[in-house]
């Protein structure tokens, strides 16, 4: 079987993210997805996300398309989770374009379109305001 994997943090879980997952996982057979824990999106950005590490993975756990969750707990391991999950096809969306291509080595790698104007950034802006 062709198996998928992507990685995201899904804070704030939105269409979009479902929308990307879905595509992903008709790449192949079955969708593997590492989510971004807490800590590796502090080191990134410099503050926690609004939904801990075990509630993005159990949502993302709970989508159909979904065959398997991991925790995803540095950018730097990349390589090693594609080995160690035995993936075919790496994804991402395109605000990733290029920076995954060091991996063409080991597995196909594919950008999907983002779809837009919907952000978590947006959705947390919408509610400060109120
Ligand atoms: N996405 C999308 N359309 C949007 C928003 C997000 O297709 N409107 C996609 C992103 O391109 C990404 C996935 O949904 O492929 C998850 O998005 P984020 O949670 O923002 O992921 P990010 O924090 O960029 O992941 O190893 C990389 C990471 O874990 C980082």
Request: proline share 2%; net charge neutral; hydrophobic share 40%.
């Amino acid at each position: 079987p062709c198996r998928v994997i992507t990685f995201g943090t899904f804070d704030v879980l939105h269409l979009g993210h479902l929308r990307l997952l879905e595509r992903a996982s008709r790449l192949g057979d079955e969708l593997i997805v590492g989510v971004s824990t807490d800590a590796l999106n502090y080191s990134k950005k410099h503050r926690y996300p609004i939904y801990g590490e075990k509630d993005r993975a159990t949502l993302i756990a709970g989508i159909r398309c979904v065959s398997e969750v991991f925790m995803e707990e540095s950018l730097d391991l990349k390589r090693d989770y594609i080995v160690r999950h035995r993936a075919d096809v790496l994804v991402m969306g395109d605000d990733w374009q290029g920076r995954f291509d060091f991996c063409r080595d080991l597995c196909e790698v594919v950008y999907l379109a983002r779809t837009p104007s919907i952000s978590t950034t947006e959705i947390i802006e919408v509610i400060r305001k109120g």
